[in-house]
T-cell receptor, first 118, second 114 residues
Framework: EAGVAQSPRYKIIEKRQSVAFWCNPI?????LYWYQQILGQGPKLLIQ????????DSQLPKDRFSAERLKGVDSTLKIQPAKLEDSAVYLC????????????????FGPGTRLTVL | AQKVTQAQTEISVVEKEDVTLDCVYE???????LFWYKQPPSGELVFLIR??????QNEISGRYSWNFQKSTSSFNFTITASQVVDSAVYFC???????????FGKGTRLHILP
């Protein structure tokens, strides 16, 4: 079974530029998560989708970050404009059904996209 | 507020030694879940264990074991007879009732020296 795919793996941009990340979850997984992991810290949830609807985006900086999952499959996360403090690894994860509370779901993580903002 | 504290930032042990990673959590929820994840150099997070707040039984899986103590709000992780492949960053995490949000600790970087 293919895992969670993310691209690009690395991205370097200058501040005030825009950037987009792509995630393709495991086939059939209904729930998709985007996390931000700043160096030396644990991942922080940015947004959670259930199919193509947003379940939780309370920690997404909506003035500059946006995310979509139009067809309930793959997803894109965009930052516009980027700031220096956005330098981090952006992780995508998915679970088969809603969240981790049902059926002992575990979140399967992708390899992440490492963003450097200069 | 929910919080996970991993006081050990970095640990180095020689291969075959046992090592324990500490995790202390804070939550006001009566129902909650605790996790451990491993993050190898490749970057993806690998799920190791999930434990709900009503199950205080300790768990052993091969060389890995977990000690959950509600009285001290701790969920410690022990690797027995460590191997070089165990070198990674290990995260303890907590999820409270009501939503699926998982709060991660800052992680412990474990170096297993040959």
């Amino acid at each position: 079974e293919a895992g969670v795919a993310q691209s690009p793996r690395y991205k370097i941009i200058e501040k005030r530029q825009s950037v987009a990340f792509w995630c393709n979850p495991i086939s059939g997984h209904a729930t998709l998560y985007w996390y931000q992991q700043i160096l030396g810290q644990g991942p922080k949830l940015l947004i959670q989708f259930q199919n193509n609807g947003v379940v939780d985006d309370s920690q997404l900086p909506k003035d500059r970050f946006s995310a979509e999952r139009l067809k309930g499959v793959d997803s894109t996360l965009k930052i516009q404009p980027a700031k220096l403090e956005d330098s981090a690894v952006y992780l995508c994860a998915s679970t088969p059904v809603r969240g981790h509370r049902e059926n002992n779901n575990e979140q399967f993580f992708g390899p992440g996209t490492r963003l450097t903002v200069l | 507020a929910q919080k996970v504290t991993q006081a050990q930032t970095e640990i180095s042990v020689v291969e075959k030694e046992d090592v324990t990673l500490d995790c202390v959590y804070e939550t006001r929820d009566t129902t909650y879940y605790l996790f451990w994840y491993k993050q190898p150099p490749s970057g993806e997070l690998v799920f190791l264990i999930r434990r709900n707040s009503f199950d205080e039984q300790n768990e052993i899986s091969g060389r890995y074991s977990w000690n959950f103590q509600k009285s001290t709000s701790s969920f410690n992780f022990t690797i027995t007879a460590s191997q070089v492949v165990d070198s990674a960053v290990y995260f303890c995490a907590l999820s409270g009732s009501g939503d699926d949000k998982i709060i991660f600790g800052k992680g412990t970087r474990l170096h297993i020296l040959p």
